[in-house]
């Protein structure tokens, strides 16, 4: 009797183990002519390795087993072959769960996590070691470590401010031993951010979290510094600080009706939050500089590729995103019943560059719609075989998620906020002041949507901020990491980052001990450790034949990051020769991961794991089956660096099919009979 083993490889957005189990097998065995009968399905659970253990207990994950047999049309009771299928489910090391708290926490991991997936991969942009290429690596970890650094800070400080404020006032009216009311809340507020920064510095293991409370302990140092300098605690302009009270005023009050009456309202712990404010600006101009420097530089370097061509619109979606997210929780915070704001006009002069930012996401809108129905309409008349013959060029047009349209749209929005941002900096008047209407509708209309989004539609956000989770998760690293780890040892190795506020401090000298595992987005190489763990128990229990690896979406990119770089261990672990066959559909590997995160996910040719074996790499076959409409996976194609296709006549084998999206791959009538034709044995 013959036995094959079958695992399949989900892709994002799956949020329940076996699910593609039954997709699968459904798919296989019903209507194939044969006479293969189900015998068991089973749930077990696995033990990870112990470094993702807590507390000193074992993680485990999910996976369903299914076994069915084929018996002869001779001979009903005689078995001629046997078929285990099994599901590799991943989707719950990203999973963000549906409570309202969790679907903000993943947005904002989605976020930050899209700055640091370009932060990883700037030197494959800029790959040399020449002044240059280390000043733009530098100006790209600049922008994102600004993001996830002083602006959230800033803006957690800021929130717990209006917060003391308001219960200093509610409280304790008349102050307390002299002090009033507000200069109380800035003296709290400043002793506050230091005690917590300082805390989370002492407690966290992951790097950036620990960057953050370094800028939660400045933020508290700025807030001490303006407290002592008597800026909370009069109604009247400090003699010694008139001048730059003006301009921070008129800055902030940019896009209100009437500056002057607007500047004359700031009083007390109010001009304390215009300081802070008035930094936060200041950093983000910084981003912005550091973006546009980015973009310029770019331009001069020779051999221009994808990822150097994504950097500038990741960086501008990055803040994009970010806007959006704090006009949302300001506009909550405006209208929060209780005078929590006194006056919500000066938040709204604030947040005046959230006009473009709103305009940016129609137009992101518009374009990705456009997009979508020119590719359908074009591909539903191109017959599937002849995609091949044009398919560079219908895979780079047809590009949905980073087509040129969406590109040029992030970057226009890129140019729009810098010339908004620094003209109002100034005080500037005139047309490109942006009414005060237009800011408070666009404030209206975000914070609305948000409200429908998390409180109306929170499955639906929740599932696609899931995706995104998903996705990201995947794309990062290291970022996060303190000291890395070796995954077949344990050991660490690396540098241990240490912030400047730990180097201050005399924390953190030694590195984490091999039992401690960073947190955080270092979780790529615990899905594939997960994989390993899974095909290791069930080539040593089953013993099989054969063992095939089925794979769609970004699960392709899972299984050739494991069958190329663990896969030789897998036959070796059945004690025999196996032929080992790769079936992927709708993979995103060379036209979005390895185009824009060369670093991170080399080419296909270049692993020699995922060549023939009769090049010497794992494989026994490899069939790619894409959609020519699907705007996320199209053909692989490891084409040598010298032109010759591998294995003569080209590897993977491509199957094109008619269009129909990128979803629902298992039960499609036409990559069927594709699809059992590559499984077979």
């Given amino acids: 009797m013959k036995k094959q083993l079958i695992v399949v490889v989900h892709g994002v957005g799956v949020r329940e183990a076996g699910v593609s189990?039954?997709?699968?097998?459904?798919?296989?065995?019903?209507?194939?002519?044969?006479?293969?009968?189900?015998?068991?399905?089973?749930?077990?659970?696995?033990?990870?390795?112990?470094?993702?253990?807590?507390?000193?207990l074992f993680g485990t994950f999910h996976a369903q087993l299914r076994?069915?047999?084929?018996?002869?049309?001779?001979?009903?009771e005689t078995i001629e072959a046997e078929r285990v299928v099994a599901d590799?489910?991943?989707?719950?090391?990203?999973?963000?769960?549906?409570?309202?708290?969790?679907?903000?926490?993943g947005f904002l991991r989605v976020v930050l996590g899209l700055a640091h997936a370009v932060r990883e991969n700037a030197r494959s942009c800029w790959p040399d070691q020449t002044p240059g290429d280390r000043l733009r690596r530098r100006l790209a970890s600049c922008a994102a470590l600004a993001i996830h650094g002083p602006v959230v800070a800033l803006n957690l400080v800021i929130l717990a401010g209006l917060v003391l404020a308001w219960a200093a006032r509610s409280l304790l009216p008349l102050g307390l031993w002299g002090v009033t009311a507000d200069q109380l809340a800035g003296w709290l507020l400043g002793f506050g951010a230091l005690a917590v920064g300082y805390g989370t510095l002492r407690m966290a293991r992951v790097y950036l979290v620990r960057h953050l409370a370094d800028w939660v302990i400045w933020s508290g140092v700025l807030v001490l510094a303006l407290c002592l300098l008597g800026v909370a605690g009069t109604d009247a302009l400090p003699g010694r600080l008139g001048g730059l009270d003006a301009q921070l005023a008129i800055s902030s009050c940019a896009g209100s009706a009437v500056v002057e009456t607007c500047r004359s309202e700031y009083r007390g712990i109010e001009r304390l939050g215009l300081w802070l404010m008035a930094a936060m600006m200041l950093v983000w101009s910084l981003v912005i500089l550091c973006t546009l420097a980015l973009a310029g530089m770019s331009r001069l370097r020779r051999g221009a590729t994808g990822a150097r061509n994504f950097v500038i619109p990741a960086l501008s979606l990055m803040m994009l995103l970010w806007f959006l997210t704090m006009t949302a929780v300001w506009a909550a915070v405006m209208n929060l019943p209780g005078g929590l704001v006194r006056n919500p006009d000066h938040v709204a002069g604030a947040l005046r560059l959230v006009v473009p930012a709103a305009a940016a996401l129609v137009l992101i809108a518009l374009a990705g719609g456009f997009v979508h129905l020119r590719k359908g309409r074009e591909m539903a008349a191109l017959p599937p075989a002849d995609y091949l013959a044009q398919r560079d060029t219908l895979a780079e047009r047809h590009r949905l998620i980073v087509a040129p349209a969406l590109l040029w749209v992030l970057r226009l929005f890129l140019v729009v906020v810098a010339g908004l941002g620094l003209w109002g900096a100034v005080g500037a008047s005139g047309p490109l002041v942006l009414s005060h209407?237009?800011?408070?509708?666009?404030?209206?209309?975000?914070?609305?949507?948000?409200?429908?989004?998390?409180?109306?539609?929170?499955?639906?956000f929740a599932m696609g901020i899931g995706i995104l989770a998903d996705v990201?998760?995947?794309?990062?690293?290291?970022?996060?990491?303190?000291?890395e780890i070796d995954p077949a040892t344990g050991h660490p190795f690396g540098t241990h980052t240490r912030t400047p506020m730990e180097r201050a401090l005399g924390l953190r000298k030694l590195a984490p001990s091999e039992s401690v595992m960073p947190q955080g987005y270092w979780l790529r190489r615990r899905i594939g450790d997960r994989l390993d763990v899974l095909m290791q128990r069930l080539i040593r229990a089953e013993r099989p034949d054969a063992i095939c690896v089925i794979s769609h979406s970004q699960g392709t990119v899972i299984a050739l990051d494991l069958l190329a770089e663990r896969g030789a261990h897998w036959r070796d672990a059945a004690g025999r020769p196996v032929p080992l066959v790769l079936v992927t559909m709708g993979s995103p590997y060379t036209h979005l991961y390895n185009t824009y995160f060369p670093a991170s996910f080399v080419p296909a040719h270049s692993r020699r794991g995922l060549l023939p074996e009769t090049q010497g790499g794992n494989l026994a076959a490899w069939t790619n089956i894409f959609r020519t409409d699907d705007f996320v996976g199209t053909h692989i194609d490891t084409t040598r660096d010298d032109g010759m296709p591998n294995a003569g006549r080209g590897w993977p084998e491509e199957r094109p099919v008619p269009p129909n999206g990128h979803t629902g791959y298992w039960l499609d009538r036409k990559v069927i009979p594709i699809l059992r034709k590559a499984i077979e044995f």
Avoid: M
Wanted: proline letters at 2%; a positive charge; hydrophobic letters at 35%.
């Fill in 88 to 105: 590799f489910y991943w989707g719950d090391v990203s999973g963000t769960g549906q409570s309202l708290l969790l679907v903000i926490s």
């Fill in 437 to 460: 209407k237009a800011v408070n509708w666009a404030i209206a209309g975000i914070g609305l949507g948000g409200v429908a989004l998390t409180g109306f539609a929170r499955g639906a």
């Fill in 67 to 76: 076994r069915f047999r084929l018996y002869r049309r001779d001979d009903p």
């Fill in 21 to 56: 189990t039954a997709q699968v097998t459904a798919c296989l065995h019903s209507g194939s002519g044969r006479s293969w009968r189900a015998q068991s399905s089973d749930d077990i659970h696995l033990p990870e390795y112990a470094r993702y253990g807590r507390g000193g």
């Fill in 472 to 483: 990201v998760v995947y794309l990062n690293d290291y970022s996060w990491k303190s000291q």
